[in-house]
């Protein structure tokens, strides 16, 4: 089992910035990929940006150049560093940590981004 935690959603204005953080606990070392989705009011939850336990990085086009995805050395922690930020960047943002069985997802976190 794993466990997540994030924190550090707000409310910011267009052109602000903010960085996500989610901790992992539990079967830590059974995570290959973890990553950052998130789901704005009335639409389908979607990629935002995902990093492997080899460190390779890969980012939904709409946040390439502004977001940065990266985790501590020991790999229970994530970060979701968002600069630049639009009002279509406002949503619930989740932490996901994928084994090779299973996909477990954190409990969500606000992003507003006010124009």
């Known amino acids: 089992q794993v466990q997540l935690v994030e924190s550090g959603g707000g409310l910011v204005q267009a052109g602000g910035s903010l960085r996500l953080s989610c901790a992992a606990s539990?079967?830590?070392?059974?995570?290959?990929?973890m990553g950052w989705y998130r789901q704005a009011q009335g639409k389908q939850r979607e990629l935002v940006a995902t990093?492997?336990?080899?460190?390779?990085?890969n980012y939904a086009d709409s946040v390439k150049g502004r977001f940065t995805i990266s985790t501590t050395n020991a790999k229970n922690t994530v970060y979701l560093q968002m600069n630049s930020l639009k009002p279509e960047d406002t949503a619930v943002y989740y932490c996901?940590?994928?084994?090779?069985?299973?996909?477990?997802w954190g409990q969500g976190t606000q992003v507003t981004v006010s124009s």
């Open positions: 996901a940590a994928t084994t090779r069985i299973q996909q477990y």
């Open positions: 539990g079967s830590i070392f059974n995570i290959n990929t």
């Open positions: 990093i492997t336990s080899g460190s390779s990085t």
